[in-house]
C-alpha cells in the first residue's frame, strides 16, 4: 500500500493506495463453521474439568487423614470431573477436525500463485475462487412497435447454469402483433454488471454471448 500525507488547515490526511482486492465467495455454512468460537470456551472447560480432577486425585492420595465421607466425596468428584472433561474435550476435538478437514477444502479452490503454489488463507484475496458467471434476468419483453408481451418469468425460468439459451420466437409467449418483425429486448445483469441486449425474430438467444 502506498501512502502520501499531507495537511489541510491542521489536519493531517493519508492518502493512500492500495492493490486490487479480490473478495471470493464462500456459502454461509463454511463462514459459520470457520466462525464457531464455542470450540474455544469448549476447550476451557475441558482443561479447567480435568486439571480439577488431577487436583482432586493429588489431595487424596497425599492427604492421608481425610475422613472415609471426604473421600467418598473427593472420589465422586474426581471421576465426574475428569469423565466430563475428556467428553468436552472429544467433542472440541471433533469440532477441531471438522475445522481443519474444511480450511483444506477451501485451500483447494484458493486460485494458484505460480509455481504450482496456493494461496495462503491468511492472504488478503480471500478465500475461495468467484462463481466463473452470475446471470439475472431483470426484465424481458418479446413483440414491435408499441405491443409487447412480458416474458421475463419465462427466460428466468430458461437459465441454467447461469447460461440463457433459447430463441426469439413465438414460442416464448405468443405472438404480440402479427405480421410484424418482432424483437426480444432483454436486461440483464452478469457478475453484478447491468446490459441490455437485442435480438431479431428467429435468432438464438445466448447469455453470456460466449459460452463453453
Known sequence: MKESNYTNNGIEIIVGKCKPLIVHQI???????????KSEVILSFAIFSISSSLTLLTTVIA???LGTLTKECFWIALISGGIIGLFL?????????SSSNLLKIIQERLPSQ?????????GVKGIAEPFKDNLEIIQAKYGAEDKFFDVTKKL?????DNQLKTTASNDLGGD????????????????????????????????????D
Open 156 to 160: 428466468r425460468d430458461s437459465v441454467i
Open 63 to 65: 492427604v492421608d487423614n
Open 27 to 37: 456459502s454461509d455454512a463454511e463462514l459459520h463453521t470457520l466462525g464457531n468460537t
Open 89 to 97: 474435550l472429544a467433542f472440541w476435538y471433533k469440532g477441531y477436525r
Open 114 to 122: 505460480g509455481k504450482g503454489e496456493k494461496q495462503s488463507l491468511n
Open 176 to 211: 404480440p402483433i402479427d405480421g410484424t418483425k418482432k424483437k426480444l429486448h432483454i436486461r440483464y445483469r452478469l457478475n453484478g454488471k447491468e446490459d441490455n441486449l437485442e435480438f431479431p425474430e428467429g435468432t438464438e438467444v445466448k447469455i453470456p454471448l460466449k459460452q
